[in-house]
């Protein structure tokens, strides 16, 4: 048991520290040239994904945002997630708690799209995690229910910074008591001017 664990220790960690992509069939596009928040083509939707993580308390905050191809904000959701033991751990329940979020609304033609390196890997390559395994098959048995989906990797944080911010705001309302779980129309209210100007593209 001892070996199997280091070796899975390991393995997470070459992954953590190995930047290249690793080949995969899985549909992925990777925008690392572009600058700023990139609408969808006509008919698809893009669900940005928000991660935090706090190694202290291993209390994970995941957000999304769920836009179309104008840039206007259909739905948002945060959550927080307890008993979380390593960042990859976070990034996929992020990835879960959005992917289960967009099939439980019944959206189609969704655009999965982050900057995790961690979540990324192990979803392209699960077999390399099997720690994780549950978490993972759970992740890759949703997206058939989704009929078209794609998998989007911005290549720097600054791309899904909004998410990101949201995705913050949530081990915020954890620490302060608050555990809610809930998905809104539109935007939050206090990223209403972002969300604005990142809809007309300034």
């Known amino acids: 048991m001892v070996l199997e664990k280091a070796t899975e220790a390991e393995e997470e960690w070459r992954s953590a520290n190995n930047r290249e992509p690793a080949p995969s069939p899985v549909r992925l596009s990777n925008n690392s040239s ?5 609408p969808p ?19 994970s905050g995941a957000a999304w945002i769920l836009r179309d191809n104008n840039g206007a904000v259909l739905l948002h959701s945060r959550r927080a997630f307890s ?7 976070a990034e996929l329940c992020g990835f ?21 390196n961690l979540a990324r890997e192990a979803l392209l390559n699960p077999t390399r995690f099997p720690s994780l395994c549950s978490l993972l098959n759970e ?13 989007a990797y911005a290549g720097m944080r600054m791309f899904n910074v909004i998410v990101l911010l949201q995705g913050l705001r949530t081990v915020w309302l954890v620490m302060g008591d608050s555990l809610h779980i809930y998905i809104a129309r539109g935007g939050p209210s206090w990223l209403l001017v972002t969300l604005n100007a990142e809809a007309s593209g300034s």
């Open 83 to 89: 008993g979380v033991s390593s960042l990859m751990e």
């Open 96 to 116: 879960w708690f959005a992917v289960e979020s967009m099939v439980s609304t019944r959206q189609r033609n969704v655009i999965f799209e982050s900057h995790y």
């Open 139 to 151: 992740i890759i048995s949703l997206f058939p229910r989704l009929q078209t989906w794609q998998m």
């Open 41 to 59: 083509q006509y008919g698809a939707l893009k669900c940005n994904i928000g991660v935090s993580w706090d190694q202290t308390t291993s209390i």
């Open 34 to 38: 572009r600058q700023r928040w990139c």
